[in-house]
T-cell receptor
Framework: SQQGEEDPQALSIQEGENATMNCSYK?????LQWYRQNSGRGLVHLIL?????REKHSGRLRVTLDTSKKSSSLLITASRAADTASYFC????????????FGKGTKLTVNP | EPEVTQTPSHQVTQMGQEVILRCVPI?????FYWYRQILGQKVEFLVS????????KSEIFDDQFSVERPDGSNFTLKIRSTKLEDSAMYFC???????????FGPGTRLTVL
């Protein structure tokens, strides 16, 4: 897989359920960021987790990072219809580059 | 909360024309970026800019592209002679410090006819 690949590609759940999205990457990183994008709109930053962190919380969001497996997960608890969007992970590449490398994203649909 | 802003939200142009996309990064940020997203594809890095210089650019960012910080607040992306394949959503982003959260603007949808 390429740097910053999410799975599943699409996820459909009922309101109130939890949604888990995964991201894998290939190279060593300084940090990993999760973004959300509503259809055709801008990228909204959700959370940044650094390579020396294992877990981070923000409201209903929980992000984990396993650098040994080069993977991260984003958990959205008690989902709402308004959480319907595409979710992307983005990684930098350790070694001085500032560019973010994005995956193809997970398209989450939360049904009311 | 401070935001990155971009204008215009939608630009339609004829092939071969020059376009300038404008961005106002968050005011105390020093690192600026342009990315693009072709419809249905990944967000791709174009260029990063710091201290009035390009610090990194991708293969996409060829001689047709240029960036500028013409004053203390604006950051622009110019495409000199647009091609059909330049049609995409263009996002500006800024960060401070370096290698920290990149905050993205709402994007400019460029349509080249």
């Amino acid at each position: 897989s390429q740097q910053g690949e999410e799975d599943p590609q699409a996820l459909s759940i009922q309101e109130g359920e939890n949604a888990t999205m995964n991201c894998s990457y290939k190279t060593s990183i300084n940090n990993l960021q999760w973004y959300r994008q509503n259809s055709g709109r801008g990228l909204v930053h959700l959370i940044l987790i650094r390579s020396n962190e294992r877990e981070k919380h923000s409201g209903r969001l929980r992000v984990t990072l396993d650098t040994s497996k080069k993977s991260s997960s984003l958990l959205i608890t008690a989902s709402r219809a308004a959480d319907t969007a595409s979710y992307f992970c983005a990684t930098d590449v350790q070694g001085g580059s500032e560019k973010l490398v994005f995956g193809k994203g997970t398209k989450l649909t939360v049904n009311p | 909360e401070p935001e990155v802003t971009q204008t215009p939200s939608h630009q339609v142009t004829q092939m071969g024309q020059e376009v300038i996309l404008r961005c106002v990064p968050i005011s105390n940020h020093l690192y600026f970026y342009w990315y693009r997203q072709i419809l249905g594809q990944k967000v791709e890095f174009l260029v990063s800019f710091y201290n009035n210089e390009i610090s990194e650019k991708s293969e996409i960012f060829d001689d047709q592209f240029s960036v500028e910080r013409p004053d203390g607040s604006n950051f622009t992306l110019k495409i000199r002679s647009t091609k059909l394949e330049d049609s995409a959503m263009y996002f500006c982003a800024s960060s401070e410090p370096r290698l920290d959260t990149q905050y993205f603007g709402p994007g400019t949808r460029l349509t080249v006819l």
